[in-house]
């Protein structure tokens, strides 16, 4: 696969924030995507980093009511990656 088959972007919100200063990152995945495959993928994408660890949570997708009849619609399954670094940071608020 390709590295942007596997990692589509950061997940950043108040939860995640607090983690990366923990030294753990969270991203969205591909739903194919292994836990060897986003390790070796943050590896080199990221020189300095050596990952210690993996975690995997799936989320299932919401069912939304839209339109005047108010018919269910399901959101997409996510799937995202906790990374634990045991060396190194990642910057994922790059400075302008």
């Known amino acids: 696969?390709?590295?942007?088959d596997v990692i589509y972007?950061?997940?950043l919100t108040e939860k995640t924030t607090q983690l990366a200063?923990?030294?753990v990152y969270t991203f969205a995945v591909s739903q194919k995507a292994t836990k060897h495959q986003v390790?070796?993928?943050?590896?080199t994408l990221y020189k300095d980093v050596v990952v210690d660890s993996v975690r995997?949570?799936?989320?299932?997708g919401k069912k939304k009511?839209?339109?005047r009849r108010m018919a269910t619609k399901t959101e997409p399954?996510?799937?995202f990656a906790l990374v634990k670094l045991s060396k190194g940071?990642?910057?994922i608020f790059p400075q302008a």
Not at 1 to 4: D, E
Not at 39 to 43: D, E
Not at 56 to 60: A, D, Q
């Open 39 to 43: 390790a070796t993928v943050i590896q």
């Open 89 to 91: 940071t990642i910057d």
């Open 56 to 60: 995997i949570i799936f989320r299932k």
């Open 77 to 79: 399954d996510k799937k």
């Open 65 to 67: 009511r839209v339109g």
């Open 9 to 11: 972007k950061p997940v």
């Open 21 to 23: 200063q923990q030294g």
């Open 1 to 4: 696969m390709n590295i942007h």
